[in-house]
């Protein structure tokens, strides 16, 4: 009887090497300019975090970036809003699970969760802040499993799986200029209070080795008109073709691509005093994530029929892709703010969030942080809220299921009524759906040639199945073939749909 020989090959998992919520507290002190107006009180205090700069050092993942904090006061001339805005950097350094040995999917979401402002004089701020850096790395592994077994009178058993066993990623950088011009109806700009950004990609082609996508970049910008007065917001939509190498990518593949970072810089631009237009720049990153899934056939099981053997069987999870999502999901709300004579702006911005697969749903639920700003008896206020939201995604779920999206807010809208501010609100989510599946394979095969099995002599046995019973198990019993058993009975199955008597063919030496 030939030695043992096993032949693996190796299948390509899926590991999460970190998931977590890390914080980050900062602190950061700074004095205003002469030409701008002294404190007299402070409104409103925004963090908006962006991630900069992501490196992968060995088993440490380092983060970088920097926090827009904008600090809205009023000046003793209270019907005019004032903003003391500074870029603070940031960083961050978390372990992962262990050194990876691939390339690595890395998602992080920061978000302000806590602000405080204070005015220690008229013209020096100090403002603390804590961020959440909600964080997930992954990378596709590699695990030996038994491929083919020879020798031993060794039998295997196979099965087929559906998963993805090909992933690719890829990101690019890149930057964005233009000049963009006040309506004609708005008053000319005098400084910059907040601005935010969304970049919406509303196409993507698929090709040999690269992706074409297209979509559009919104920014709204509010602002204190030259010579004080209301603040006014503007909004501009400007188009967004980029081109992504992704090496391997086929045109039926599940790929996810979506803005991962946006930062922007915007300078007045001065005609004959007035200024009506801004200098704007962009710095945008997109991600993309390409999943393929294959069937492939595995191997669950094994023994031997000539020794004593023990099958080496570990359960190994898989991922298997479903769906790309790019989905526009609606929020309504109200914030009740009495006595409101005008509605100045509104900022907004993605809260928590988490999604959950219920009775075959993809549910994504979350807040919106909504900021008010308006006149009231005279002079400026704001107001904030959170608005609670819970959407169904376009995507059916049957059991378990991996998502982390990204959310950002399109569009922001309010119309004014008698008990305060009706909100519309638009979010962009996008990301993968996968789907773990859990299987058992076979990693390994113990046989033990000192001890022979005995054997019968006979050439056939007659068995009685019972409904549902596996062939396998019976083969396994009887220490024979499983193919030889089906050819024998003329069975297309492995499981038996009724009793009945089987004739089991034994294998000879």
Request: hydrophobic share 35%; with cysteine; aromatic share 4%.
């Amino acid at each position: 009887m030939p030695e043992l020989k096993l032949t693996t090959r190796e299948l390509a998992v899926t590991e999460t090497l970190l998931d977590t919520s890390a914080e980050q507290s900062l602190e950061l002190d700074f004095l205003l300019p002469d030409y701008e107006p002294e404190v007299f009180r402070i409104l409103k205090t925004r963090v908006t975090p962006v991630i900069q700069q992501i490196q992968v050092n060995k088993n440490r993942l380092e983060l970088s970036g920097v926090c827009n904090v904008s600090v809205l006061y009023l000046s003793e001339r209270q019907d005019s809003l004032q903003a003391a805005r500074q870029a603070a950097p940031f960083s961050k350094t978390l372990e992962l699970k262990k050194l990876p040995d691939s390339e690595c999917s890395i998602q992080c979401v920061p978000r302000c969760y806590f602000v405080n402002a204070r005015a220690v004089s008229s013209r020096r701020l100090e403002v603390r802040c804590g961020l959440s850096l909600r964080t997930r790395v992954t990378a596709q592994t590699t695990k030996p499993v038994v491929a083919s077994a020879q020798g031993c009178g060794v039998q295997i058993h196979g099965k087929k799986v559906f998963c993805s066993q090909n992933r690719i990623l890829a990101s690019k950088t890149f930057t964005m200029s233009e000049d963009l011009e006040l309506g004609q109806a708005k008053p000319a700009f005098g400084s910059l209070l907040d601005a935010w950004h969304s970049l919406v990609l509303t196409e993507k082609k698929m090709m040999e080795n690269r992706v074409i996508c297209k979509g559009d970049l919104v920014t709204r910008v509010l602002y204190c008109p030259e010579g004080g007065g209301a603040p006014e917001w503007m909004e501009w939509s400007e188009p967004v073709s980029q081109i992504l190498d992704l090496n391997g990518i086929q045109d039926d593949d599940i790929c996810d691509i979506h803005a991962e970072r946006i930062n922007a810089s915007f300078e007045p631009i001065r005609d004959d005093g007035d200024c009506r237009r801004l200098s704007a720049e962009w710095t945008i990153t997109i991600s993309a994530t390409a999943e393929r899934n294959s069937e492939i056939q595995l191997n669950d099981d094994a023994f031997s029929c000539q020794y004593a053997s023990s099958p080496v069987i570990e359960t190994v999870t898989l991922s298997r892709a479903c769906n790309a999502i790019c989905q526009i999901v609606p929020v309504t709300g109200m914030m009740e703010i009495p006595q409101l004579e005008n509605l100045c702006g509104l900022l907004a911005s993605p809260g928590e969030y988490s999604s959950r697969a219920e009775d075959g749903k993809l549910i994504l639920s979350g807040t919106v942080e909504v900021t008010a700003i308006y006149m009231t008896g005279g002079t400026m206020a704001v107001s904030d809220k959170s608005i609670l939201y819970e959407a169904v995604l376009d995507q059916q779920c049957a059991g378990e299921i991996s998502f982390f999206p990204t959310v950002s807010v399109v569009s922001t809208e309010g119309t004014l009524t008698s008990g305060g501010v009706d909100l519309r609100i638009q979010l962009n989510v996008c990301g993968t759906v996968c789907q773990p599946v859990d299987e058992k394979l076979l990693t390994g095969l113990q046989v033990d040639e000192d001890k022979t099995l005995e054997r019968s002599g006979a050439a056939l046995r007659i068995c009685y199945a019972e409904p549902g019973e596996s062939l396998w198990e019976i083969a396994r019993r009887c220490r024979t073939s499983l193919p030889a058993i089906m050819q024998e009975n003329d069975l297309q199955s492995e499981t038996i749909p009724e009793r009945q008597m089987l004739l089991i063919p034994m294998l000879q030496e």
